[in-house]
């Protein structure tokens, strides 16, 4: 999956959304989402607020995120109403990754996740729609 993930970064135009609830990638993907973000694609990456099941997992995800978060193009929210479990990429306006993998080293080397990239306007504009309404919770 962090292939895939690593194809749709790269594929990304102008926007870039992701919703995990762990975060926990590569160097190289984290340095290859930086230079998206130089490259004028807008980031918005959702994460879980107070209420995470692993605490460990806060102090990882902000880890990760420290060394590109201060990009002008990028933005991160915390969800607050609830534990968020929503696993998706959506970029620009028609291509849409949802599944069961989240951002971190246990789904890419120890757990059998599916995932499906689906390119159809219809769902890229639903899910953009979800993140809108759970940003306004963040």
Not at 4 to 26: C, D, G, M, Q, W
Not at 99 to 121: H, I
């Amino acid at each position: 999956m962090e292939r895939v993930s690593e194809a749709l970064i790269i594929s990304a135009r102008k926007r870039l959304h992701l919703t995990t609830p762990y975060f926990n990638i590569r160097p190289s993907t984290i340095q290859l989402l930086q230079k998206r973000a130089r490259q004028v694609v807008s980031i918005i990456i959702l994460l879980p607020g107070k209420r995470i099941d692993k605490k460990c997992e806060r102090f990882v995800a902000d880890s990760c995120i420290a060394d590109f978060i201060t990009e002008p193009t990028v933005k991160m929210y915390r969800y607050q109403r609830s534990m968020i479990h929503i696993k998706a990429i959506r970029l620009d306006d028609w291509i849409s990754c949802v599944g069961s993998p989240n951002f971190n080293q246990r789904s890419r080397k120890k757990d059998f996740d599916v995932a499906m990239v689906v390119q159809d306007k219809n769902l890229a504009s639903t899910l953009e729609r979800h993140l809108k309404d759970d940003l306004a919770l963040s």
